[in-house]
DNA sequence: TAAAATGTTGGGTA
DNA sequence: ATACCCAACATTTT
């Protein structure tokens, strides 16, 4: 599920649940969802840590406990939800961690290209990334000098964490829509103007996800309610709401891609 | 059956 | 170094 929003919405509705709770075990149910330490260190060393509080950078979620953080990234079909501690594992549970209070959160991840990390460095994890788009240092001005940088294809460049990090394929077709230009754009051709569209066009897009408590899609990720208000992703076929054309889909950077050729230029 | 799915990374090529 | 393509990761759904 995991884009901005919907990471945002998961991190909104934890952290009033298990900010101050202990953890008193961790559960690792599949090797590989584990990215470092080693699973005995991570027992030994998440045991008997206090949850501080909970954030998000990117599509990370960020729980900041005593001495460690813990960074867990939902990639693909991540999901993390609050269960009674004593219900048994769920399918597809892959890390359960106890705390105190007879709760546990679940990590569940049907496809297992979810990763957990737990460090006390977590800017070796999260130092490469972006800015934020919805912090002030996104500005129009900043965008317009970075698109003017390199000579990308708009919406590879988009989805690239290191240039700006949280975006993901629906909210970047989303976008470009919006700001009315082509996924394959030149990002060195985009106007002064074009780029304050696009930077106001993302800002508002990833806040309408947020308002509406993400995107739901399939049987990830249950709970939001923004997939009904998708302008172009997996509306191939339907009108632009902008002038009426007919939305079409391609493969971009391997990714589907969802545009109206008539208005996105 | 083949294709596609909200993501990232490493390898190879030009 | 930059840009771009492919494969891999693993499972489910259409």
């Avoid at 939902?74 to 961690?97: F, N, V, W």
């Avoid at 076929?237 to 902008?242: E, L």
Wanted: charged letters at 25%; proline letters at 5%.
């Amino acid at each position: 599920m995991p884009e901005l929003p919907e990471v945002e919405t998961i991190a909104r509705k934890l952290k009033p649940e298990l900010v101050n709770r202990t953890i008193l075990s961790a559960d690792l149910r599949w090797t590989r969802t584990l990215a470092t330490p080693s699973p005995g260190k991570f027992k030994e060393q998440i045991q008997g840590q206090r949850i501080v509080d909970i954030g998000r950078r990117a599509k990370y979620l960020i729980f900041r406990l005593s001495s460690y953080s813990l960074l867990i990234h939902l990639r693909m079909s991540g999901d993390l939800y609050i269960k009674d501690g004593t219900l048994s594992a769920a399918k597809h549970d892959r890390l359960i961690i106890n705390v105190s209070g007879g709760r546990s959160v679940a990590f569940n991840d049907t496809r297992k290209f979810g990763r957990v990390w737990l460090t006390s460095n977590p800017a070796d994890i999260l130092g490469k990334l972006g800015p934020e788009p919805l912090d002030n240092e996104f500005t129009s001005q900043w965008l317009y000098a970075a698109l003017h940088k390199r000579h990308r294809q708009l919406k590879p460049l988009l989805l690239d964490q290191t240039f700006i990090a949280g975006l993901g394929n629906i909210y970047t077709d989303e976008a470009l829509n919006i700001a009315k230009l082509h996924p394959q754009r030149d990002s060195s051709s985009v106007t002064a103007k074009q780029a304050e569209a696009l930077r106001d066009a993302i800002q508002n897009v990833l806040q309408e996800g947020i308002r509406r408590n993400g995107a739901t899609i399939d049987w990830v990720y249950r709970g939001g309610e923004f997939q009904n208000y998708f302008r172009v992703y997996d509306r191939e076929g339907y009108p632009c709401q902008n002038c009426g054309a007919i939305i079409k889909r391609m493969v971009v950077g391997q990714r589907g891609t969802h545009y109206c050729p008539n208005c996105q230029r």
